[in-house]
Nanobody, 120 residues
Framework: QVQFVESGGGLVPPGGSLRLSCVGSGRFFGSAAVGWFRQIPGNQRELIARTGLGIGTTYADSVKGRFFISRDNDKNTLYLQMNSLKPEDTAVYYC??????????????WGQGTQVTVSS
């Protein structure tokens, strides 16, 4: 089982950028499909970017071309570079293991997440 600690959130004006980080524990981090999720108040948590061996990298339409997921397996760290941020990107962001055959999380042991607020 892999567990994660997210960081890097904050307040940013529209059009700005942020880079989120997520450190994973557990010896299977390098082989796991992992993703970034976000939850807007009142909405369900949604997968927005996923990467994994054999499945490549995939993005939700809402962030495609603006957000970029990457990982450093030597550091057990997952990143999310967020560019051209919009107010509707305001949410709590989480990382987690991800399903490889469906678009969603694998398991439900969530960390604290990191708050991203896009506002002028």
């Amino acid at each position: 089982q892999v567990q994660f600690v997210e960081s890097g959130g904050g307040l940013v004006p529209p059009g700005g950028s942020l880079r989120l980080s997520c450190v994973g524990s557990g010896r299977f981090f390098g082989s796991a499909a992992v993703g970034w999720f976000r939850q807007i108040p009142g909405n369900q948590r949604e997968l927005i970017a996923r990467t994994g061996l054999g499945i490549g990298t995939t993005y939700a339409d809402s962030v495609k071309g603006r957000f970029f997921i990457s990982r450093d397996n030597d550091k057990n760290t997952l990143y999310l570079q967020m560019n051209s941020l919009k107010p509707e990107d305001t949410a709590v962001y989480y990382c987690h293991t991800a399903q490889t055959t469906t678009w969603g999380p694998l398991g439900d042991d969530w960390g604290q997440g990191t708050q991203v607020t896009v506002s002028s």
